[in-house]
């Protein structure tokens, strides 16, 4: 079986018609199949919370379809790594590649476990995948 690291940017989108919803789907149907384990730093609860709650309140997604949407989530059974075990990593991926700490905790994940990331966030991808060939944009995903 495969490993993954994946970000909140793309497991929002296999709940949420938005664009690359099609390419993130296929990553959650591998998944669902057992071709594919989906590992992701346990921030990802809270960005993909996050990300809910700007949709219900700026974009107008109702609540209960923002609440349903968590519920679900939650029920899937992706392999959680503490950010504490991440930390010193991604704090030094940031500082070296002046990206967030948020996200360098999702390729330090990559990194440590010898496997892709995979991001909806072409901006993260395009600075990064130069040096870390192993990020990938979702858009380019197969």
Same mark, same amino acid.
């Given at each position: 079986m495969s490993q993954l690291v994946v970000d909140s940017s793309v497991v929002v989108?296999?709940?949420?018609?938005?664009?690359?919803?099609?390419?993130?789907?296929?990553?959650?149907s591998d998944y669902q199949s057992g071709a594919l384990a989906v590992l992701a730093p346990d921030l990802i609860n809270a960005?993909?919370?996050?990300i809910l709650w700007k949709k219900h309140i700026f974009q107008g997604m109702d609540a209960t379809?923002?609440? +349903?949407? +968590?519920?679900t989530f939650r029920t899937l059974p992706i392999v959680q790594t503490?950010?504490?075990v991440l930390l010193d990593s991604a704090y030094r991926?940031?500082? +070296?590649?002046?990206?967030?700490?948020?996200?360098m905790l999702y390729v330090a994940l990559s990194l440590q476990e010898a496997?892709?990331?995979v991001?909806?966030?072409?901006? +993260?991808?395009?600075?990064?995948?130069?040096?870390?060939?192993?990020?990938?944009?979702l858009g380019d995903w197969p």
């Open positions: 989108k296999w709940f949420v018609a938005e664009p690359y919803s099609v390419e993130a789907r296929r990553i959650l960005e993909v919370g996050n379809d923002a609440q +349903l949407i +968590l519920a503490p950010t504490a991926l940031a500082v +070296l590649h002046r990206r967030t700490v948020y996200d496997c892709p990331f991001t909806a966030d072409e901006k +993260l991808a395009n600075a990064i995948n130069t040096v870390i060939p192993t990020t990938l944009w």
